[in-house]
């Protein structure tokens, strides 16, 4: 079975720029959510979709948004870039809700801004 | 207000068993405990998940009192591809957010 997919592996943006992320969950699993990674922050939740609809957020600014396509493959889109967005950007996708599921992640995103 | 608390840093020796202790005064009812290990660059990798009293897998152990206010995974006879954070996460505690604390990093020597 394969596991979950993410792309690009690496990025570099400047500031002021947008950047979109795809992530691509194990067949038949209809959740993905998204995780930033930070050397300082750790790794903080961004938000879930289950079934194309956004489950629940944390706390990051209206910047960061995703969505999910009906094949349960998500995008995650941020825009006007800041230096602070360099980061690990982790999605996970499970069977049923990502708070009680095992989590299944990708290898993430290293986005840098310069 | 953190919802679960580890230990930041622990050392161990191959061959020995490892005990990682985390606590989670504000567990919910329905909440589940998870933990994951992560290598560096890599994605968390998910290593066991337990509701109540023991579970066992290939892996690891992990224990959990009949308050479930804490838990704690036992790694036996690590190594050192076992030198990595460790993180518990536990269901979502009401409000629907997925919260991994700082972790433990477990640095294991030869």
């Known amino acids: 079975k394969a596991g979950v997919t993410q792309t690009p592996r690496y990025l570099i943006k400047t500031r002021g720029q947008q950047v979109t992320l795809s992530c691509s969950p194990i067949?038949?699993?209809?959740?993905v959510s998204w995780y930033q990674q930070t050397p300082g922050q750790g790794l903080q939740f961004l938000f879930e979709?289950?079934?194309?609809?956004?489950?629940n957020k944390g706390n990051f600014p209206g910047r960061f948004s995703g969505r999910q396509f009906s094949n349960s493959r998500s995008e995650m889109n941020v825009s006007t870039l800041e230096l602070g967005d360099s980061a690990l950007y982790l999605c996970?996708?499970?069977?049923?809700?990502?708070?009680?599921?095992?989590?299944?992640f990708g290898s993430g995103t290293q986005l840098s801004v310069l | 207000l953190a919802k679960t608390t580890q230990p930041i840093s622990m050392d161990s020796y191959e061959g020995q068993e490892v005990n990682i202790t985390c606590s989670h005064n504000?567990?919910?009812?329905?909440?589940?405990i998870t933990w994951y290990q992560q290598f560096p660059s890599q994605g968390p990798r998910f290593i066991i998940q337990g509701y109540k009293t023991k579970v066992t897998n290939e892996v690891a152990s992990l224990f959990i009192p009949a308050d479930r206010k804490s838990s704690t995974l036992s790694l036996p006879r690590v190594s050192l591809s076992d030198t990595a954070v460790y993180y518990c996460?536990?269901?979502?505690?009401?409000?629907?957010?997925?919260?991994f604390g700082k972790g433990t990093r477990l640095h294991i020597l030869p």
């Open positions: 504000n567990i919910a009812t329905n909440d589940y």
């Open positions: 067949s038949g699993h209809r959740s």
């Open positions: 979709y289950f079934s194309e609809t956004q489950r």
């Open positions: 996460l536990v269901g979502d505690m009401g409000d629907d957010k997925i919260i």
């Open positions: 996970a996708s499970s069977r049923g809700s990502a708070t009680n599921e095992k989590l299944f």
